[in-house]
């Protein structure tokens, strides 16, 4: 008998010796779903090539390099056609006589500095 119970208490100890690997398995599941999540979502985020980009110095410079004259061509393009516009519209108030004065005089001070150009 005491051979029995000897059986018995060594298998009680390795039930409960599997049933906490079950629950440390069951956890380490949930834990890997959660990476995988994390994981999918930072794919999407696309947070790999924002880290590349910038963690290199050269890239980094190259990049901020074209924006600065993407930027300044966007500013000097922008800056044309609203002043060409803006002309285009005070051309037709020159007839107005007391703006008229004020635009004859900036038309005319405009077209000076565009001869001694």
């Given amino acids: 008998m005491n051979g029995d119970n000897n059986i018995r208490e060594e ?15 069951e956890k380490a599941d949930k834990l890997d779903f959660r990476l995988e999540r ?7 985020a696309k947070i790999r090539d924002i880290l590349l980009n910038y963690t290199n110095p050269r890239r980094v410079f190259l990049i901020n390099i074209l924006v600065g004259i993407g930027r300044g061509l ?5 800056t044309v ?12 108030f020159v007839d ?9 005089n ?12």
């Fill in 11 to 25: 298998l009680e100890k390795v039930l409960k010796e599997i049933q906490a690997y079950s629950r440390y398995l």
């Fill in 38 to 44: 994390i994981s999918r979502i930072l794919e999407k």
């Fill in 74 to 78: 966007g500013l000097t393009i922008g």
């Fill in 81 to 92: 056609i609203v002043l060409s516009l803006l002309g285009l519209i005070l051309r037709q």
């Fill in 96 to 104: 107005i006589p007391l703006i008229g004065e004020w635009i004859n």
């Fill in 106 to 117: 900036l038309l005319q001070y405009v077209n000076m500095s565009e001869t001694e150009v």
